[in-house]
T-cell receptor, first 117, second 111 residues
C-alpha cells in the first residue's frame, strides 16, 4: 500500500475483554514498530520486529501485551484482559531495516485509538 | 527511561513569526529526528540530523544539534497557520534500533 495502515481506527471495549490491533506496513519494509501514546505525551516504544522476528519487546508493559508478525508483513498487537489504563493511541511504524541507526525515517500509521470502559 | 524533554511544552505565535522548540536527550545518539503530529493525524517525519552534524536546513526548517549539551533545536521560520501541530524530537540512541520520543511541543500559529 501507499502507507502504513492500521485497523481499526477506533476501538471501544469493555474492561476484561481482549483486543487485537492490526498493522499493515509499507510493502518491502523490513522493520515494524509498535508505540503507545497517551494524551499529551510522546509515543512510547513497545516492541519491534525485523521480518518475522521480534527483536525487542522490552517496552511491553506486562504479560497481557503481546505482538506477532508471523509472515514478516502484517503485525498484530494483542492486549488481553484489558484495563482502563490501557486506553491510549496505539501507533505502528515501518521502515527499512535498521532505520534509526542508519539515519532513515520511520513511517507511521494513523493509529488505533483504544478506549477501555 | 531515556525519554528526553522538549521545551516549551506549548508555544503560541502569530503568522509570520519564527517558532523555536528545544529538545534535550540523555546519552549518546546516532541521530536525532523531528516529527510533526497534526490533530487527528499520524506522525510525519520532518528532518533528521546526524550526530556528526551541527546544523541542517530543509525549506523553512532549521535544526541544530549540540552534542556537548545533549540538545537540539528546531526553528520554523515565517510560520503559517498550517504549522499548528505538536512537534516531537526522537533520539536514535547508540546501540538501540528504535526511536525514543520526547513529550512534544504544542505549537499554535494564529492568523
Amino acid at each position: 500500500g501507499a502507507g502504513v495502515s492500521q485497523s481499526p481506527r477506533y476501538k471501544v471495549t469493555k474492561r476484561g475483554q481482549d483486543v487485537a490491533l492490526r498493522c499493515d506496513p509499507i510493502s518491502g519494509h523490513v522493520s515494524l514498530y509498535w508505540y503507545r501514546q497517551a494524551l499529551g505525551q510522546g509515543p512510547e516504544f513497545l516492541t519491534y520486529f525485523n521480518y518475522e522476528a521480534q527483536q525487542d519487546k522490552s517496552g511491553l508493559p506486562n504479560d497481557r501485551f503481546s505482538a506477532e508478525r508471523p509472515e514478516g508483513s502484517i503485525s498484530t498487537l494483542t492486549i488481553q484482559r484489558t484495563e482502563q489504563r490501557d486506553s491510549a493511541m496505539y501507533r505502528c511504524a515501518s521502515s527499512l531495516e535498521g532505520a534509526p541507526i542508519r539515519g532513515t525515517e520511520a513511517f507511521f500509521g494513523q493509529g488505533t485509538r483504544l478506549t477501555v470502559v | 527511561s531515556q525519554q528526553g524533554e522538549e521545551d516549551p511544552q506549548a508555544l503560541s505565535i502569530q503568522e509570520g513569526e519564527n517558532a523555536t522548540m528545544n529538545c534535550s536527550y540523555k546519552t549518546s545518539i546516532n541521530n536525532l529526528q523531528w516529527y510533526r503530529q497534526n490533530s487527528g493525524r499520524g506522525l510525519v517525519h520532518l528532518i533528521l540530523i546526524r550526530s556528526n552534524e551541527r546544523e541542517k536546513h530543509s525549506g523553512r526548517l532549521r535544526v541544530t544539534l549540540d552534542t556537548s549539551k545533549k540538545s537540539s533545536s528546531l526553528l520554523i521560520t515565517a510560520s503559517r497557520a498550517a504549522d499548528t501541530a505538536s512537534y516531537f524530537c526522537a533520539a536514535a540512541y547508540s546501540g538501540y534500533s528504535t526511536l525514543t520520543f520526547g513529550k512534544g511541543t504544542m505549537l499554535l500559529v494564529s492568523p
